[in-house]
């Protein structure tokens, strides 16, 4: 079945650093891509999306590419700051049918001042 | 804009009590679903609804019941709690199965 594999965390960075969680997915078919982020204490949102091969997602600073040869969808961020600490998830969508998301198991970024 | 909303956001059950976990949306999504978060699980899918009286199971259905009688409300209910299932639970919706989603602030429960 389809699966999300994230690094595993946490991450401990200092402010100004530079990030990258790697994400990797099996799927078959052509799926949608998605970062999602949670804050303490609340639920989670959307940070970018991908729908297809080669599209760059990015908001808020962070970036990720759609790369079907290596099936990966890496977050980075060049210059991380303190309200960035969150949870990061991966996540996949078919692009076909009523499949809810796949999540991956998500990344804990801590990053200090 | 509600988006969605979850009740109660804490809760405290003994074994074998029964409750009910309340989610609404206000967004007119067809789509809405339940998810457990627990240390190192990630989001894990309990339930699902592609709309009006149409609900599957998803990974971890066993323990739940949903069901889904209006657009707008989709409660999770669990009839024996066990220590189990002491958790955080996120409601989300979307307008579609591959759309993003809308997730809800969450209910942490204990069950004692």
């Known amino acids: 079945g389809d699966s999300v594999t994230q690094m595993e965390g946490p991450v401990t960075l200092s402010e100004e650093a530079c990030l990258t969680i790697n994400c990797t997915y099996t799927a078959t078919g052509y799926p949608s891509l998605f970062w999602y982020v949670q804050y303490p204490g609340e639920g989670l949102q959307l940070l970018l999306k991908a729908t297809k091969a080669d599209d760059k997602g990015s908001n808020k600073g962070f970036e990720a590419t759609y790369r079907k040869e290596t099936t990966s969808f890496h977050l980075e961020k060049g210059s991380v700051q303190v309200s960035d600490s969150a949870v990061y998830f991966c996540?996949?969508?078919?692009?076909?049918?009523?499949?809810?998301?796949?999540f991956g198991k998500g990344t804990r970024l801590s990053v200090i001042a | 804009n509600a988006g969605v909303t979850q009740t109660p956001k804490f809760q405290v059950l003994k074994t074998g009590q029964s409750m009910t976990l309340q989610c609404a949306q206000d967004?007119?999504?067809?789509?809405m679903s339940w998810y457990r978060q627990d240390p190192g699980m990630g989001l894990r899918l309990i339930h699902y609804s592609v709309g009006a009286g149409i609900t599957d199971q998803g990974e971890v259905p066993n323990g739940y019941n949903v069901s889904r009688s209006t657009t707008e409300d989709f409660p999770l209910r669990l009839l024996s709690a066990a220590p189990s299932q002491t958790s955080v639970y996120f409601c989300?919706?979307?307008?579609?199965?591959?759309?993003?989603?809308?997730f809800g602030n969450g209910t942490r429960l204990t069950v004692t």
């Open positions: 989300a919706s979307n307008v579609r199965g591959t759309s993003p989603l809308h």
């Open positions: 996540a996949l969508s078919r692009n076909s049918g009523n499949t809810p998301l796949v």
């Open positions: 967004m007119n999504h067809e789509y």
